[in-house]
């Protein structure tokens, strides 16, 4: 489900560091150079081609990078060359700052769009990095009922089987249903089920609400005038259940309209194209009627487009 | 600081291996062999006996001493055995379903007598044995004061760096009276303050409260009817900063008065004779003017003593 694309065979490590260093030499910098190495890379690949780059030209790649590219194409080549748990300490450090609505859309990103051995790997890369805990971050500059959410959600470990408890579907669901129906949204009690218990389980809870009490439990949490909170429920709910519906409507928001949300275009493209870009695009045609390549290059141009489009597995043309 | 105490040179594992499986041969059981064994083997060495016991003999060596072992001495046999993440993650499971003040102490010690990454270990081997995560569990079993308390306790990844923040320490401080100048001492910044930041931050931020306020926090702490959950921040506050205190409490209230908490003595001997033991017992001395093995040997008898007395390094004599 992933939009990566890497060449077979793959180019020797120290070709690619040496066209990196070549596209970086001289008068301006050979960005098409950059994208056709590093947006062709997985995970392992590029952090091969970090610890290659500094052993043979004596620099950090990042900072190489850093020094070359700027705005939003130097963004999204940076944040796509840090490996995934890296980006997401970065982007969760940089967001928790903020504390608006869109920080704590990528703190639920990022506390539940991820497996549990990958957030736990996003908080040792907060440490190392910002000398501080990912939650000590998040309870310090959040307040009221967003930490009481999001402080459990960043600090949970979930069990990641495949098992369910029914009856615990059963029970939990009557829970969340009677909490909603008084609009305790914010009750102790549906933080509790949505910030710990594992995914399998959730879902089948969830589908039980759904078929006990009529609604999907989104549609439940969409009345109330509680809106920036209610609409952090209702992501974290999407994040759990359906990433790929949820990171749909983020670049929906985010190319619809006039201007665009840069930020959070890279932001998805980055983060999804080794995982699950491919049903992101999917959900996308379905909902926009529109492939998500033609509304990126409609709303985007040069390199960053160009970055774009190779990651989400097409030529800019 | 550790009184466990290592043979040079440490017996080949295959030897070990063969004395056990001698010792529970024929009728009755060598318990003298199996504590000269184990009980002077680390951590790294009881894992290598139970690898090597099982391919050698095709039986788990738990399950060999939980047929062959009973009472206080085969419980205190079996929780020394098991790696400490696993052991953790047993008490754990054991305290959460009790969900009485004894057991909010265990989770209390396992939560915050622990490094950061030991308390990591602890929810992967939970995962792995219960099928569950801790935190979803402590939060289902516990309700009010204790689980606000609680969950972020378990379910933290504290910087354990040594860097502290001066000026945090200062406002945290004075935030921490004013709340329980205030008696609100389920207050949300208290949480906070004492579960999110590092344990270096908290020692900064509570060695300014006694120089700003006059006293020790857990003297402020002291004086309020609300008693178990008071008795539980205490707790909390003892084991994140100085654990031999904490630990020659539980001790303490082991074996003085009538009877004897071998569950809390066995746990705490266990839990500590490969970490700080010596410094648990030199304040127990201090305190109470008699040697820890003294008041062992008058309350405990048989192998059990044996096994408590080789763990704190002394022989059974």
């Not at 309870?139 to 495949?162: E, M, N």
Request: a negative charge; aromatic letters at 8%; charged letters at 25%.
């Amino acid at each position: 489900m992933a939009t990566l694309t890497v060449p077979h065979p793959v180019p020797p490590v120290g070709d690619d560091c040496d066209n990196l260093h070549k596209a970086f030499q001289g008068w301006g910098t050979n960005e098409e150079a950059i994208i056709s190495i590093l947006a062709h890379r997985n995970t392992s690949q590029r952090n091969s081609i970090r610890q290659t780059y500094v052993e043979t030209y004596g620099e950090d790649l990042m900072k190489a990078l850093d020094s070359e590219l700027s705005s939003d194409f130097g963004r999204a080549v940076q944040l796509w060359t840090l490996h995934p748990a890296e980006r997401d300490a970065l982007l969760a450090y940089e967001a928790v700052r903020k504390n608006t609505a869109n920080g704590h859309y990528v703190l639920i990103e990022i506390a539940c769009a991820r497996s549990s051995h990958e957030l736990f790997q996003v908080r040792e890369n907060y440490h190392a990095r910002f000398h501080k805990s990912l939650e000590e971050d998040v309870a310090y500059h959040t307040a009221g009922d967003f930490r009481k959410l999001l402080v459990p959600l960043v600090s949970a470990y979930r069990y990641d089987g495949a098992e369910v408890n029914m009856t615990l579907a059963h029970s939990e669901a009557k829970i969340l249903h009677e909490k909603i129906s008084e609009k305790a949204y914010n009750h102790e009690e549906i933080i509790r089920i949505l910030t710990t218990r594992s995914k399998a389980q959730l879902n089948a809870t969830l589908t039980h609400y759904k078929n006990q009490f009529g609604n999907d439990i989104n549609k439940d949490l969409k009345t109330d005038p509680k809106e920036d909170y209610l609409a952090l429920l209702r992501s974290t709910i999407k994040c759990l259940t359906c990433p790929e519906k949820y990171f749909e409507k983020v670049v929906r928001f985010a190319t619809k309209g006039l201007g665009t949300d840069e930020e959070a275009l890279t932001r998805v493209i980055v983060s999804r194209a080794e995982v699950d870009m491919k049903r992101v695009m999917e959900e996308y045609y379905k909902r926009n009627s529109v492939p998500l390549e033609t509304d990126i290059k409609g709303d985007t141009s040069g390199d960053y487009k160009g970055m774009l489009l190779a990651l989400i597995g097409h030529h800019n043309a």
